[in-house]
């Protein structure tokens, strides 16, 4: 084999691996993805199904149902709701009215079961993409009237 074949051959070679490095990491990036989903969005359907996607607004007042350790609660921006299951222990701050974000999948019948609640840490905090999803529900209220 002559030089030049070796050389193109080991630049293949390495352009193969590179290639196959940048595969891996893009699929491991994609499958670690979370997106951010607003209640209005999700009863238009944006939402994905058994896909692992963050939720957030405000606890509905009057909402939360405690069984044991598993949480009923509704989450809204005002505009539309979703029912939403949690097992285990909520944050000392958890409360209705307030700010939370919840993490968990979406199942066919339209119901969200949470495997992470992440609450406000003071009173005048609100998780930005929740703050966001409530003042553009509010804002599209506002429009329609």
């Given at each position: 084999m002559k030089p030049?074949?070796?050389?193109?051959?080991?630049?293949g070679g390495?352009?193969?691996?590179?290639?196959?490095?940048?595969?891996?990491?893009?699929?491991?990036?994609e499958s670690n993805l979370v997106f951010f989903f607003s209640p209005s969005q999700i009863a238009s359907g944006e939402?994905?199904?058994?896909?692992?996607?963050?939720?957030?607004?405000?606890?509905?007042?009057?909402?939360?149902?405690?069984?044991?350790?598993t949480v009923n609660f509704v989450v809204t921006d005002t505009a539309q709701d979703v029912k939403v299951a949690y097992t285990g222990i909520l944050p000392d701050l958890f409360r209705e009215g307030k700010g939370v974000v919840a993490q968990g999948k979406l199942d066919a019948t339209g119901?969200?079961?949470?495997?992470?609640?992440?609450?406000?840490h003071d009173e005048n905090y609100m998780?930005?993409?929740?703050?966001h999803a409530v003042d553009?529900?509010?804002?599209?209220i506002k429009t329609l009237k």
């Amino acid at each position: 084999m002559k030089p030049r074949h070796k050389r193109a051959a080991l630049i293949g070679g390495g352009l193969a691996a590179i290639a196959l490095a940048t595969y891996f990491v893009l699929n491991a990036f994609e499958s670690n993805l979370v997106f951010f989903f607003s209640p209005s969005q999700i009863a238009s359907g944006e939402a994905p199904k058994n896909r692992t996607f963050r939720v957030g607004g405000m606890v509905k007042t009057g909402s939360v149902k405690r069984d044991n350790l598993t949480v009923n609660f509704v989450v809204t921006d005002t505009a539309q709701d979703v029912k939403v299951a949690y097992t285990g222990i909520l944050p000392d701050l958890f409360r209705e009215g307030k700010g939370v974000v919840a993490q968990g999948k979406l199942d066919a019948t339209g119901h969200f079961t949470a495997t992470e609640v992440l609450a406000k840490h003071d009173e005048n905090y609100m998780p930005p993409e929740a703050q966001h999803a409530v003042d553009q529900a509010q804002n599209t209220i506002k429009t329609l009237k």
